[in-house]
């Protein structure tokens, strides 16, 4: 059963850090991209970070540039994206989603939810003081 599981949420105060982690099951991460998309309160699901493995092409939208950082170790099956200098406006639900078919993160924008065959069941972060 294929399954990708993400935790390390939480509150945090703004500037302050967190890692999130994408754990997948039921397949390797061999030839998969992954991306992390948020959601918040009445907004779309946005993407704000790719990976791809064939290259470790990165991706990352504008929003989050220069204070996150996504990487990966498929031995472990899993995906992480570090968070630093959080801000208020970073507060949603985050989501991992794996891409199939040697989908590379050159194709990546923050619309590519749909471009996405697996996901996990999300994780809250909220950044207040």
């Known amino acids: 059963q294929v399954q990708l599981v993400e935790s390390g949420g939480g509150l945090v105060q703004p500037g302050g850090s967190l890692r999130l982690s994408c754990a997948a099951s039921g397949f390797t991460l061999d030839d998969v991209a992954i991306g992390w998309f948020r959601q918040a309160p009445g907004k779309e699901r946005e993407g704000i970070t790719c990976?791809?493995?064939?290259?470790?092409?990165?991706y990352y939208a504008h929003s989050v540039k220069g204070r996150f950082t996504i990487s990966r170790d498929n031995a472990k099956g899993t995906v992480y994206l570090q968070m630093n200098s959080l801000k208020p406006e970073d507060t949603a639900v985050y989501y991992c989603g794996a891409a199939l078919g040697y989908y590379h993160c050159s194709e990546f924008t923050p619309r590519s939810a749909n471009e996405f065959d697996y996901w996990g069941q999300g994780t809250q972060v909220t950044v207040s003081s």
């Open positions: 990976i791809s493995d064939v290259d470790r092409f990165t």
